[in-house]
């Protein structure tokens, strides 16, 4: 029998690698108004959370960013990938007064702890279920298997044109950032990023960046 802490951190896993998938379509097409996602984040410390970062399209300076931490856990249930994209269309409409113990900053940016007992979901739209259809159509394989060598479990677009993934494989424990700068050879840049996650000259640490164990400079390549 497999351990069950390790199944538990399995489906977390999955289920952040599912709503990476999911928010990415909001990178251009807005989640709300002009409101677009500028990031998808693993909670640290293996937490059963995600945080999304929405801001104006383009924008990356951290000041200008929001992030909100959403619970993956439902009960004895997670929440859908739907779910999260309801929440966090909630959690940045209307009014919501949050705690001071509620509200703190990451990265330089402002991060709030989404309590779904305070929120009402903000229903899925037929534009998203239609892009869901169009994504599997398109991509049908499932986010959650592995389709490189190293999965996507998060997203952060950064100053100075830089995109920050967050990776995990089955070569490297944990979850590793990956800095690339999009454009070019894109094929290539996927099909390398398994073998350079642990290459020792490539890695630094993000004081400042509690998402992953460590960071992978990928932006020469």
Known sequence: MGNPVDEVEREIADRQVEVASLLSDHVYAPLLEDQHVRGVLP?????????????????????RLTAYEIPLRD?????????????????HTGTHI??????????????????????????????DWAATLLRCLARPTDPAEDRHGARLRGFLFREEGLLRLYMDSDEVPGVIAADVRPGGALTAVLAALPSLLDEEYRISKDAIDPHCRYVVDVTDW
């Open 75 to 91: 009960g004895e249930d997670l929440r859908t990938p739907h779910d999260v994209v309801a929440l966090l269309r909630a959690a």
């Open 98 to 127: 949050y705690p001071r113990s509620r509200v703190t900053s990451v990265m330089g940016m402002d991060l709030y702890l989404v309590d779904p007992a305070d929120v009402t979901e903000a229903p899925f739209t037929t534009d």
């Open 43 to 63: 909670a640290p410390s293996q937490a059963p959370a995600v945080r999304g970062v929405l801001g104006d399209r383009g924008e990356t300076r951290p000041e």
